[in-house]
């Protein structure tokens, strides 16, 4: 079976979906199949260039530059993108291919039209991944009102949807709001979220070199942005200054990184360190050094999402502390499986109950990394994910 698995985000960009795409891809190779990526390249010099990693065909086609650039811009770029990558394919050495399968990842909502036509070419299904709803969560964080932008947006997201045969969300509460495309032979379903467990190759991040050594670490490793809702974290770091056995460090990128480097000086904070992104081969080396993993969602969205930060504190073993917003179905998972705790409350007090609770647990319970590590292998693996994908490819 040959797969086309189009994506905007893939190696070597260090973001938690393109490490999911590469392992995805990866695991499509391990059953058995054929998959060529195709993925977008803004500083490609020529039209296109193909490559070969560990089996993996990927095809990287220039295209319009979509990230770190104003909304505006990102708009136009997006919107232009799928076209470009079309016609670049088209100059390409894969332009007569042919596919038994083509798979998409979305965010983001613009590469419909492009599925849409290999799909036409090849005369075969289509698997759309949705892993957020968009521009619904912008909506929700107030970041987009239902104006001319929403609209259009909406416009495109319906048009992606009614692209795919078969969609896959993240979580049973999502089911609802895709419920009007399930129709005239498409069909939706729950595409559990995936992770392959990484070998700890060590880590450029020695936590026992610096001011936390010795303590419990609680870890943050990720996008800093407005969707992560990470000032509660701050206000946590400072409720439990008075436990010199816990500190907190935070790794990675984002829009509020620099903000909440700032908020920590002005509160003073000794008990929290930053550090800037590394590349994903080192997480396993990073949480090897830690003992709690923060999943933090702004408690303003209304959709539901379990990161895949999720995933890669379960296959590590470090119990989680979520601060989520109400109806997220990782409330109930967390709880159901002993695996942590999780908090809607937007207050700090709150947290830091929770907090000393699963700090007590820990210390008294020597199982609970068995635990997150079974969830993370029984639910989340590279495997059921492309079993669900290839059975619905061919149906």
């Known amino acids: 079976m040959r797969i086309a698995l189009i994506a905007d985000v893939f190696p070597p960009l260090r973001s938690s979906g393109a490490v999911q795409l590469r392992d995805l891809s990866a695991e499509f190779v391990r059953q058995g199949y054929e998959v060529t990526v195709l993925t977008p390249a803004p500083d490609l010099k020529t039209a296109w260039h193909v490559e070969h990693h560990d089996g993996v065909r990927i095809c990287r086609l220039k295209s319009p530059r979509t990230k770190d650039i104003n909304y505006a811009a990102r708009a136009l770029g997006e919107l232009t993108m799928p076209y470009a990558m079309l016609r670049n394919l088209r100059l390409s050495p894969l332009k007569s291919e042919r596919w038994d399968g083509v798979v998409w990842y979305s965010p983001t909502i613009f590469l419909g039209p492009l599925a849409k036509a290999l799909k036409q070419r090849s005369g075969c299904r289509g698997y759309l991944i949705v892993r957020d709803i968009f521009p619904e969560w912008a909506v929700d964080m107030g970041l987009m009102r239902r104006g001319p932008p929403y609209y259009f947006f909406k416009a495109v997201e319906q048009a992606q949807y009614r692209a795919a045969d078969v969609i896959g969300v993240q979580s049973p ?104 992104e590394i590349d994903p081969s080192e997480i396993e080396g990073l949480y090897r050094q830690c003992h709690v993993g923060i999943v933090a969602l702004d408690r303003r969205h209304k959709t539901n999402n379990i990161p895949g930060k999720f995933l890669s504190y379960m296959h590590a073993g470090l119990p989680v502390m979520a601060a989520i917003n109400r109806g997220n179905d990782l409330a109930d998972l967390i709880a159901e499986h002993r695996v ?20 007590a647990e820990i210390d008294g319970d020597a ?27 061919q149906e």
């Not at 705790?341 to 947290?351: E, H, I, K, W």
């Not at 609970?368 to 059975?391: D, H, N, S």
Request: hydrophobic content about 45%.
């Open 367 to 393: 199982t609970i990394a068995e635990r997150c590590r079974a969830l993370g292998q029984r639910l989340f693996a590279p495997e059921t994910a492309v079993g669900q994908i290839v059975a619905a490819l």
């Open 173 to 276: 509460s999502s089911l609802p709001y895709f419920a009007r495309w399930a129709r005239d032979g498409r069909r939706i379903e729950v595409l559990q979220n995936w992770l392959a467990v990484a070998d700890d190759v060590g880590c450029s991040i020695d936590v026992g070199a610096t001011s936390l050594a010795g303590r419990k670490i609680v870890v943050y490793a990720g996008n800093m942005g407005v969707a992560q809702g990470l000032d509660l974290i701050l206000d946590l770091s400072h409720r439990l200054e008075d436990r010199a056995d816990v500190g907190f460090v935070f790794v990675g990128r984002g829009t509020e990184k620099r903000r909440l480097e700032e908020k920590a000086r002005a509160l003073g904070l000794s008990n929290l360190l930053f550090f800037d």
């Open 340 to 359: 942590g705790r999780a908090t809607t409350s937007d207050s700090a007090d709150d947290l830091a109950v929770m907090a000393r609770e699963l700090i």
